[in-house]
């Protein structure tokens, strides 16, 4: 790895805001599930308060007179602007299992890097072909050979955590955009009855798998299956594997790279950063008002894990949506 390049998480700190405490050794999402009586509603709070006092956060740091710059990510800088280091190439290989989100998540993810757009013109916007949801992370920052070594101790497990989400489902609802430094990002809450509003599975369908999205919306059961338990079930299969698991950090969070930055120009006066601030807040009124409710609006803001393409299994040069697909579980 070039040595002269320092990773945008060794100054980024991603810690659990949601007040939980894990446990060495243990399945760490058994952590939350279990401070939380294994309630759905207990479990929404702490996802929402873990990205509500995260963006406080940040809105501070970006306000502050002591702000000095954004934290930019010198890796996707040489990606992006092969003239500053010419033949640069990622060597950070990872393995993780990632959710796709469906084509009207995308198409809401599409429409809000458009308005951050207007607010910031030199925000890299991650393709929506690329765009993912880390469901768990096996390991990061390592050579091929090492990533290599893994796939192959996981891959007779990759077919059952690739299905996982094609019969245990799990909603995620309530859009908002978090952000730091180095990046804004679209997250979501796991589910706790809130009323279905996303599409129907994609005939035909079998009758004997149970859909969350049940018509009129009868999610008191449905919901107790959390996307926590989701993740929880992928680290547990994954790690019954034989596998080691190095995930960078875990914390409360379902979310959605949709930019970086890659310049301090948009940001480099207080009016600027008011400016940028006051957009997120905007967009995120817009989004609690006028899409988290809507069912047959023009923008839907809840979705199933494993709508229309299941889990992805993947390896290679993973960050900003990249690498090469290993298995990806059937959709519905």
Not at 58 to 87: A, N, V
Request: charged share 25%; net charge negative; glycine share 6%.
């Amino acid at each position: 790895m070039a040595p002269s390049l320092v990773p945008v998480d060794a100054t980024n700190q991603f810690q659990d805001l949601s007040g939980v405490q894990i446990k060495p050794g243990e399945n760490p999402y058994n952590a939350l599930i279990d401070a939380c009586h294994d309630h759905p509603a207990e479990i929404q709070a702490r996802y929402a308060t873990h990205r509500v006092t995260r963006n406080a956060q940040q809105r501070d740091k970006f306000l502050s007179p002591e702000f000095k710059e954004l934290t930019i990510d010198p890796y996707l800088l040489r990606l992006e602007k092969p003239e500053i280091e010419p033949g640069f190439k990622d060597p950070r290989h990872c393995l993780v299992v990632w959710a796709r989100p469906p084509d009207h998540i995308l198409k809401l993810a599409s429409y809000l890097q458009n308005a951050l757009k207007k607010a910031a013109p030199n925000l890299w916007l991650m393709p929506a072909h690329r765009m993912h949801l880390t469901t768990l992370e096996v390991a990061h920052s390592q050579t091929p050979e090492v990533i290599e070594g893994l796939v192959s101790t996981l891959r007779p497990a990759i077919p059952d955590l690739t299905g996982l989400s094609y019969t245990r489902r799990a909603r995620l609802v309530k859009p908002l955009l978090s952000y730091d430094l180095s990046a804004i990002a679209v997250s979501f809450l796991p589910a706790a009855g809130e009323k279905v509003v996303s599409p129907p599975p994609a005939p035909p369908h079998p009758a004997d798998i149970p859909h969350p999205g049940i018509p009129d919306g009868a999610t008191g059961e449905t919901d107790r299956y959390t996307y926590h338990h989701l993740r929880r079930d992928v680290f547990e299969k994954a790690r019954a594997s034989g596998v080691d698991i190095a995930s960078r950090y875990v914390v409360p969070s379902a979310h959605i790279t949709l930019g970086r930055y890659l310049t301090q120009e948009d940001h480099n006066t207080p009016e600027l950063r008011e400016r940028w601030i006051r957009t997120i807040e905007d967009i995120n009124n817009w989004l609690e008002k006028e899409v988290w409710p809507a069912k047959d609006g023009e923008f839907i803001g809840e979705w199933i894990v494993g709508q229309e393409r299941g889990l992805d299994a993947r390896c290679g040069a993973l960050w900003y949506g990249g690498g090469r697909t290993i298995m990806t579980g059937e959709g519905f």
